[in-house]
Each structure stands twice: as C-alpha cells, then as structure tokens.
C-alpha cells in the first residue's frame, strides 16, 4: 500500500530571519522520515526586497531537499488564512493538506509525529482532520509567556461557547486534514487572516467531519507579529461573525446537497 501524498503549506510574511533555519531543519526531517510530504512555502505579499530573500532561500534549500517546492509568491498581502488557502488550492494529487506556522514555534519532530497519525488508508472514509493543541498537561512542555497563556485562554473560552466546545485549542499553528473534505468545504472559506483556524473549525463542523486535537510540545518565538491587544480584539470580532455565518453556511451547504 503506497502512503499517502501530503502537500504542507507554511504561510510566510516577511520570515526571512526566522524561515531558513526552520525549513532546512523541516525538510531534512521530513525527506529522511516523510518523503511522502512536500513543502510549499507561500510568501504573503512580503514586498520586494523580503520576497527576492525568500525565493533564494526556498530555491537554495531545494538543492539538495527534493521536498520543497518552488515558493508560490502572492502580489499582495492576503492574511495568514489566504496564504494557506493559496496554498492549498493548488493541490493536485494530495491525499492530505496542512500547514504550519513559519516561526519555528512548533518542533519538527511534532510536525513529524502529527503527520505519522494520518490514516495510512486514503480510502478510509471521513478520515479525521488533526488539530495540535497546546495543552499545559504532564509529559507536554508549553513555553509561553503568562500574559500570552492568559489572553489565549480567555480567546479559547470564546471558541468554545460560540463556537465548539469540546475545542481547546483552536489556534495552535499545526493542522492537517483530508483533501476530499478541503474541497467540500471550500466555497466556504474566505480566508479570515489570524482568524482562519477558528473559520475551518467551523466549517468542519459545519458538514460534522472528525476532528482530533492532538497535544504537541510548543514555544513561543521571538519576533511576533500578532498583536496581543489589537489583533486579539480583530479576531474575536472574527469569531461572532463565523459564529453568525455558521447559520447561513448550514443552509448553503444543503443548497449545494452536502
């Protein structure tokens, strides 16, 4: 039985400091262990001079890592949601799509090791999508700064009464889930930039397809580029408007005979 095809996106917006170590680490990891995995990094609209960095990166790297596609360069910032969504339509082929943030915040050998849980079996059907999450529990090491832990807490509380509440973690840069259920749901992503991870949360609920969150090790990077006052407040205006959205996606999912 052949294994399955996975395409990773990593969405990338001005990361040329913190990209190039990841994605050689990242790749050499994954051609060793993962040869069924390719890399697509997307630069989201990073500018000129950021844009040029990441493309001699990407291509120095794919010299001797086969794993990694050319870079997909978009001509204007789209958000982190639109990067991956960029990605990830131009898959063909792929069994499986993911991605993971660019930042290095989680492990390789996690990255590795949520892969290695997908079903084996492509026909398997509703093969589950895999949420990391970062749970503060024994033999799982979080590294985070309080106030970051906190304000991410109160934002997951949010989730989860308006819209999961079994999640924990709807954030957590790691995810991978079925191409056959990408394509069923994609007329109703739009692509909410920091807030994409909780509109696929409910868009994949929205047609009732397995979700399973996965401890991972995870460390806060320096360099961020959320915002933890604005940003946060952005993306729980987000929330309400996918929580009210969720509504009129039932009725557009029946439209559509889902």
């Known amino acids: 039985m052949s294994s399955p095809r996975i395409l990773l996106v990593i969405p990338a917006y001005r990361e040329s400091i913190r990209l190039p170590e990841f994605l050689k680490t990242l790749g050499s990891a994954i051609q060793k262990t993962l040869p069924e995995i390719r890399i697509l990094v997307v630069d989201d609209g990073s500018g000129g001079k950021e844009q040029s960095l990441t493309t001699e990166l990407v291509n120095i790297t794919r010299q001797s890592l086969e794993c990694v596609l050319p870079p997909l360069l978009l001509a204007e910032n789209m958000g982190k949601g639109g990067a991956i969504l960029a990605g990830w339509d131009t898959a063909e082929g792929y069994d499986y799509l993911g991605f993971v943030d660019a930042d290095g915040a989680v ?31 024994r033999g799982k090491t ?53 807030a994409f991870d909780v509109e696929l949360l409910a868009v994949l609920n929205l047609i009732k397809h397995p979700i399973l969150e996965v401890p991972i090790d995870w460390a806060d990077m320096p360099g961020s580029k959320v915002s933890m006052i604005s940003d946060t407040l952005k993306m729980a205006k987000a929330v309400f408007e996918i929580r009210n959205e969720a509504f009129s996606g039932k009725k557009l999912l029946k439209t559509n005979g889902f």
């Open 107 to 137: 492990p390789v050998e996690e990255v590795i090791r949520v892969a290695r849980l997908l079903p084996k079996r492509v026909d398997q059907p509703r093969s589950p999508a895999l949420f990391a999450s970062r749970v503060r529990m």
């Open 142 to 194: 979080i590294r985070r700064s309080t106030s970051r832990h906190l304000i991410g807490r109160v934002f997951a509380s949010m989730v989860g009464i308006l819209i999961d509440p079994d999640v924990y973690d709807s954030q957590c840069g790691l995810k991978f889930l079925p191409a056959s259920a990408f394509k069923t749901i994609r007329h109703c992503l739009k692509g909410r930039r920091f």
